[in-house]
């Protein structure tokens, strides 16, 4: 217990020692942060033109590849397969779904499967 309290008074100490220093930073931050505001991260900003492509792209698909009327419905996976056949770059289905939620699209669970409702693949409803 002696080492604990003995290291907890060091860093007081040095805490205290450097007080002014680290103040000044903290305003110098604040003062930038007032005249230029948060800066958005590149990654973040790469992100979530990425995720813009991609609904972009899976909006695309449903107006070539879709048919949307209240009573079509397809499956996520469906959807998904026949999206990749199209050259859709979103890799797996649930994030295929996710860009269709982005898009507005609701999706419903049904017998275990995921279905998007008011979008049927064209070929199917020809059928």
């Known amino acids: 217990m002696q080492i604990a309290e003995r290291t907890k008074q060091k860093v007081r100490i040095s805490l205290r020692a ?4 680290i103040l000044a930073d903290l305003v ?4 930038e942060w007032q005249r230029e505001g948060l800066a958005v991260p590149a990654r973040l ?6 995720g813009r492509n991609e609904c972009d792209d899976a909006s695309q698909f449903i107006e070539e590849c879709c048919v949307k009327a209240v009573q079509a419905r397809a499956t996520v996976g469906a959807l998904h397969a026949a999206y990749r056949e199209w050259g859709g ?9 996710q860009a269709l939620d982005a898009l ?3 999706r419903v669970r049904l017998g275990g499967k995921y279905y998007v409702q008011s979008v049927g693949l064209a070929a ?3 059928a």
């Open 89 to 97: 770059a979103i890799r797996t289905p649930k994030a295929f779904g």
């Open 45 to 50: 900003e790469q992100a979530t033109q990425e």
């Open 18 to 21: 450097e007080a002014a220093g």
């Open 104 to 106: 507005g699209y609701a």
């Open 124 to 126: 199917q409803e020809g």
């Open 28 to 31: 110098r931050g604040c003062m």
